[in-house]
T-cell receptor, first 116, second 114 residues
Framework: DAGVIQSPRHEVTEMGQEVTLRCKPI?????LFWYRQTMMRGLELLIY????????DSGMPEDRFSAKMPNASFSTLKIQPSEPRDSAVYFC??????????????FGPGTRLTVT | GNSVTQMEGPVTLSEEAFLTINCTYT??????LFWYVQYPGEGLQLLLK?????DKGSNKGFEATYRKETTSFHLEKGSVQVSDSAVYFC?????????????FGQGTTLQVKP
């Protein structure tokens, strides 16, 4: 089985540029999560979707960040414009949520973003 | 509210030493509890879990017991290896949640020296 797929694995961009991170969850999973990890702040939940609908975006740092899930097999996290403080590793995770589910989250390998 | 507190790291041990990483939680209802491990350069992986009080989760020689009376889920391993060097995260899923959202602790770095 393919796990959670994220692309790109590494992204280096200049301040002010738009950055789009992509995620393909595990087939059959109905919840998707975007996290950010830095040394200073640790692991932070940015937003999560259930059945393609955003449930909680309270972790999104500011309006420069937006996320979409147009269908069950694809999600994007966009930063526009990017700033150096956005440099971090961004993880996507998916899980199966429901009455008989285990709710285990499966993480992708992450996208390491560097904004110069 | 719901929260998870882990012991501060880094934890440095010699190979074959006994490991304990403490985790305590605050939650309403009956949460499920998890330990995740993150190896260098990788995403988090589920290590073990427990869904009700007194359950013991185990995997790869690691164990943790869900203790409701002390609201704890401490991770233990009898003999660590250099390959166990990683960051370990304790997490809970609130019992009232139906979306799979997890509350993570801050992570504890384990360094095992040969």
């Amino acid at each position: 089985d393919a796990g959670v797929i994220q692309s790109p694995r590494h992204e280096v961009t200049e301040m002010g540029q738009e950055v789009t991170l992509r995620c393909k969850p595990i087939s059959g999973h109905n919840s998707l999560f975007w996290y950010r990890q830095t040394m200073m702040r640790g692991l932070e939940l940015l937003i999560y979707f259930n059945n393609n609908v955003p449930i909680d975006d309270s972790g999104m740092p500011e309006d420069r960040f937006s996320a979409k899930m147009p269908n069950a097999s694809f999600s994007t996290l966009k930063i526009q414009p990017s700033e150096p403080r956005d440099s971090a590793v961004y993880f996507c995770a998916s899980s199966s949520a429901g009455e008989k589910s285990s709710y285990e989250q499966y993480f992708g390998p992450g996208t390491r973003l560097t904004v110069t | 509210g719901n929260s998870v507190t882990q012991m501060e790291g880094p934890v440095t041990l010699s190979e074959e030493a006994f490991l304990t990483i403490n985790c305590t939680y605050t939650a309403t209802g009956y949460p499920s509890l998890f330990w995740y491990v993150q190896y260098p350069g990788e995403g988090l992986q589920l290590l073990l879990k427990a869904t009700k009080a007194d359950d013991k989760g185990s995997n790869k020689g690691f164990e943790a017991t869900y203790r409701k009376e002390t609201t704890s889920f401490h991770l233990e391993k009898g003999s660590v290896q250099v390959s166990d060097s990683a960051v370990y995260f304790c997490a809970l899923r609130p019992g009232s949640s139906n979306t799979g959202k997890l509350i993570f602790g801050q992570g504890t770095t384990l360094q095992v020296k040969p």
